[in-house]
């Protein structure tokens, strides 16, 4: 039987991309996302694959913990996990009220946490294990108006090494990829709000010439997961194109 590799945040962007890619490794995926899970997962669910979608808030313990039973029942113990489930706002710092700061943090870090922390008792139970968080440059170099995201996503990383830590002599290894500017709904979306000046815009200032697709981001997840990254943990993965080195 393939391993079972949940995705959340798998229904649109990096997340689709990477369950995408798992598909093509052969694993059973399960997509976990707040809207259109199983849309995606039906879309990808094609020659033979098995994909399964749950929506479920990555930042509500219990719906989780509920999904993950249901990915038990349905696939099998949880062996893979991308944690690629977030959310972004611009705000400037003086704008930035306790409502906005606690859902940053509930979705990007907590939920990260909660979603590790859920995968691990199957992970501890086999001796092995592959989980990467999707972290982001923006708590490498700091960004203007981001600082509730980029605190998040700092403590992601910060997360991912402590895990790395802890987790090495039971077989599982835990690192994180903090992308740039990649192309995806999300960063379209803040585009279209002016938050920033836009994709096309930016993607030639990275040193490679370009935005980065969440292929790219997938291609980086499919390596650290398989056995080829078996030597590979607690490790800070950039795949920016350049843009932060």
């Not at 098995?50 to 930042?59: C, K, M, Q, R």
């Not at 096309?200 to 997961?225: E, N, Q």
């Not at 943990?233 to 950039?238: A, E, H, K, R, Y």
């Amino acid at each position: 039987m393939s391993r079972v590799a949940v995705v959340t945040g798998g229904a649109s962007g990096i997340g689709l991309g990477v369950a995408k890619q798992f598909v093509t490794d052969g694993y059973q995926v399960a997509i976990l996302d707040l809207h259109n899970a199983e849309t995606a997962a039906k879309e990808l669910a094609g020659d033979g694959a098995t994909v399964i979608g749950l929506d479920v808030d990555v930042a509500d313990r219990i719906a989780v913990d509920a999904a993950y039973g249901r990915v038990r029942a349905d696939l099998g113990p949880v062996e893979i996990l991308v944690t690629s489930a977030g959310i972004e706002s611009f705000d400037a710092v003086l704008d930035i009220d306790a409502a906005k700061w606690d859902r940053i943090i509930a979705v990007n870090l907590t939920g990260t946490f909660i979603c590790v922390q859920a995968a691990l008792p199957d992970m501890v139970a086999a001796g092995w294990g592959r989980i990467v968080t999707i972290s982001s440059s923006s708590a490498q170099s700091g960004a203007p108006n981001m600082t509730h995201y980029a605190a998040s996503k700092g403590g992601v990383i910060s997360l991912t090494k402590a895990l790395a830590v802890e987790l090495a002599r039971q077989g599982i290894t835990v690192n994180t990829i903090p992308p740039s500017l990649v192309d995806t709904p999300m960063a379209r979306g803040a585009e279209a709000a002016e938050d920033f000046p836009g994709v096309d815009v930016v993607g030639p200032m990275v040193p490679l010439g370009r935005a980065g697709t969440p292929a790219d981001i997938a291609a980086a997840c499919s390596f650290l997961c398989g056995e080829s990254g078996s030597y590979i943990t607690g490790q800070v993965i950039g795949v920016n194109g350049g843009m932060y080195i």
